[in-house]
């Protein structure tokens, strides 16, 4: 049973860097069948796509988040990472990783998510 | 982007009802709707893809439609563990966007 797992700080200050890591397991994260995608969750602006990264490197990023987004996979350690960088407090939300098959458009595992709070 | 509209915000059926919930989309999207059902401190569920096809071991009293800008879900006979909050996504085009949900309150 594939399983997907969050972790990173809960609290992060403003302008600095967010760092999450999502270590797959009950399956490869090598499969170029699938992409490796961040969702976040916050009461202002609900569920949002922030983009993805591929086993190859390939990433996608939204518009939203372009500039200050980075995805990375480690392969040989099954996990893929996010980075947020210049974080305020609008980037306060609960943050998923999940599973997207790469040819469909849906996110068929997610992991249980993560809240991470930005404030100093 | 693609903006996807969900309505009601929230439902209050008691178990064994019938209850349906919509989806519409700011643009016409074919079949590409997703729906996602959350729980508190579970993780989030993929319950139908591609507007009508159930994902998994999902039960069949589970059942999504829809072509276009208007989309469905609808649960018969609902049950105590349906309490969940209901996301649908588009997948027609990037950026994938969620609608705010619809919570179930039994």
């Known amino acids: 049973q594939l399983h997907l797992q969050e972790s990173g700080p809960g609290q992060v200050k403003p302008w600095e860097t967010l760092s999450l890591t999502c270590t797959v397991s009950?399956?490869?994260?090598?499969?170029?069948?699938?992409?490796w995608d961040w969702i976040r969750q916050s009461p202002g602006q609900g569920l949002e796509w922030i983009g993805n990264?591929?086993?190859?490197?390939?990433?996608y990023y939204t518009a939203s988040f372009k500039s200050r987004v980075t995805m990375s996979i480690d392969t040989s350690r099954g996990h893929f990472s996010l980075k947020m960088s210049s974080v305020t407090a609008a980037d306060t939300a609960v943050y998923y990783c999940a599973r997207h098959p790469a040819r469909d458009n849906w996110f068929d595992h997610w992991g249980q998510g993560t809240p991470v709070t930005v404030s100093s | 982007d693609i903006q996807m509209f969900q309505s009601p915000a929230s439902l209050s059926p008691f178990v064994g009802d019938r209850v349906t919930m919509t989806c519409r989309a700011s643009q016409s999207i074919d079949t590409s709707v997703n729906w996602f059902q959350f729980k508190t401190g579970k993780v989030p569920k993929l319950v139908v893809y591609g507007a009508s096809s159930l994902q998994g071991e999902v039960p069949s009293r589970f059942r999504g439609s829809g072509y276009g800008t208007d989309f469905t879900l609808t649960i018969t006979n609902v049950q105590p563990e349906d309490i969940a909050t209901y996301y649908c996504q588009q997948g027609y085009r990037t950026p994938f966007t969620f609608g705010q949900g619809t919570k179930l309150e039994i």
């Open positions: 009950g399956g490869s994260i090598s499969s170029g069948d699938y992409y």
């Open positions: 990264v591929h086993h190859s490197g390939d990433t």
